[in-house]
Every structure is written in structure tokens, then in C-alpha cells.
């Protein structure tokens, strides 16, 4: 079956360094992959769009890689800051409707970044 | 404005009471979604609608049951709460271009 795996524990990291969550997928081909940032309480707001032809993407401190090949994404955060605390998800265009595929979301990695 | 409104924000309701969430979008897309989430299992899909002629039900549609009034306006009801039904509900909009989602800001329910 189809499956999306994050890293359930939370990342602790010290700020002004680089934060890296991971995205592990299997059984499926995605178009692209996006990444969301959540923060308790609050809905998820789309951070990235990644297709599957493109190998990086980057917006201000945040750097997306996708690497079909190991079904693997990895997303960067640099010159981490207390304020980028916060649950990210991670998203593929897993599930096919006849009118179009939606996507199916990851459980999530926490990072604390620690002043 | 926010591009995506859910009302109430908070409830707390007691089994077997019926309940429904509301969900307001200003951002004109004809995708609409419904998710619960749950501490440690993530996003899980509800029921979704393509336009408002067009309802399907997702991963965990047992229990609730929706109504699309507009292209504008999801409803989400729980016919006869139960306490597994305490969970965050959100709903959520795309344009179904690539499916970029946008979130509203969440129901925090309490079912006693």
C-alpha cells in the first residue's frame, strides 16, 4: 500500500542552525510534493511545491529537495529561528479521482529550534 | 479577511446530541475538504466535494455526512456525537490545479 513516512520524534535544534526533516515515501510515483507548516491549534499553511522533474527549490531560508529515485524528500530550514517552531508536514498527489488526484498528508515532524 | 472561515471555533456537545460545523470560503475554488485530526495520527479525510453536484466520502466518513449548499459553503455534520469524535476539524479549499490546499482555522470539538 501506499505509504508517507516523517519522523514522528521531534527535532530539536539550536538556532542559527540548519534544520533538516525528512520525507520518505513508497509504492507511488508523485507528480510533486508540497510542505505545509502547522502551528498548534492552527490549520496548515502551504509552504512548497516541488515537481517531479525539478531536483530543488528554494523560497527565502527554506530549501525543498525531491529525489524520485529514493522517494525520498528533504526539507531545509537555514539560520533556523525560535519562530520557526512549528509541526511540518509534508504532502503527495497520492489518491486518483476521476476528476483529478488529491493528496495525502504525512503525520508530521515538530521542530524546536532553541534560542 | 480570512480566505477560509469555520464556525464554531470551539464546541463542546454531549453524546448522541447531533452537530454540524460550518465552512466559509472567499477564494472561489470548487474543491472543498473536511479533516479531522488526532495527536499522533495526522490529517485524516472526512468527505470532500469537487463542485457542489459532486460529494465523496474519504478515509473516515463513518458518522458524518455533508452538505455543499454553494460553491462558497461545506457543511459538516455528526448525526449522533460520540466521545471518539473529540478531535481538531478542519476544512480546506484548493483550486484543483495542483492541488495547493488552503485551511481554514480549525474546530476544536469536545464530545462528553
Known amino acids: 500500500s501506499q505509504k508517507i513516512e516523517q519522523n514522528s520524534e521531534a527535532l530539536n535544534i539550536q538556532e542559527g542552525k540548519t534544520a533538516t526533516l525528512t520525507c520518505n515515501y513508497t509504492?507511488?510515483?508523485?507528480?510533486?510534493l508540497q510542505w505545509y507548516r502547522q502551528d498548534p491549534g492552527r490549520g496548515p499553511v502551504f509552504l512548497l511545491l516541488?515537481?517531479?522533474?525539478?531536483k530543488e527549490k528554494r523560497k527565502e531560508r527554506l530549501k525543498v529537495t525531491f529525489d524520485t529515485t529514493l522517494k525520498k524528500s528533504l526539507f531545509h530550514i537555514t539560520a533556523s529561528q525560535p519562530a520557526d517552531s512549528a509541526t511540518y508536514l509534508c504532502?503527495?498527489?497520492?489518491?486518483?479521482?476521476?476528476?483529478?488526484?488529491?493528496?495525502?498528508f504525512g503525520g508530521g515532524t515538530r521542530l524546536m529550534v532553541k534560542p | 479577511d480570512a480566505d477560509v472561515t469555520q464556525t464554531p471555533r470551539n464546541r463542546i456537545t454531549k453524546t448522541g446530541k447531533r452537530i454540524m460545523l460550518e465552512c466559509s470560503q472567499t477564494?472561489?475554488?470548487?474543491?472543498m475538504y473536511w479533516y479531522r485530526q488526532d495527536p499522533g495520527l495526522g490529517l485524516r479525510l472526512i468527505y470532500y466535494?469537487?463542485?457542489?453536484?459532486?460529494?465523496n466520502k474519504g478515509e473516515i466518513s463513518d458518522g458524518y455526512s455533508v452538505s455543499r449548499q454553494a460553491q462558497a459553503k461545506f457543511s459538516l455534520s455528526l448525526e449522533s456525537a460520540i466521545p471518539n469524535q473529540t478531535a481538531l476539524y478542519f476544512c480546506?479549499?484548493?483550486?484543483?490545479?495542483?492541488?495547493?490546499?488552503?485551511f481554514g482555522p480549525g474546530t476544536r470539538l469536545l464530545v462528553l
Open positions: 480546506a479549499t484548493s483550486d484543483g490545479l495542483v492541488e495547493t490546499q488552503y
Open positions: 509504492n507511488y510515483s508523485p507528480a510533486y
Open positions: 516541488i515537481r517531479e522533474n525539478e
Open positions: 504532502a503527495l498527489d497520492m489518491v486518483s479521482h476521476n476528476a483529478g488526484n488529491m493528496l495525502t
Open positions: 477564494k472561489g475554488h470548487d474543491r
Open positions: 466535494s469537487f463542485d457542489v453536484k459532486d460529494i
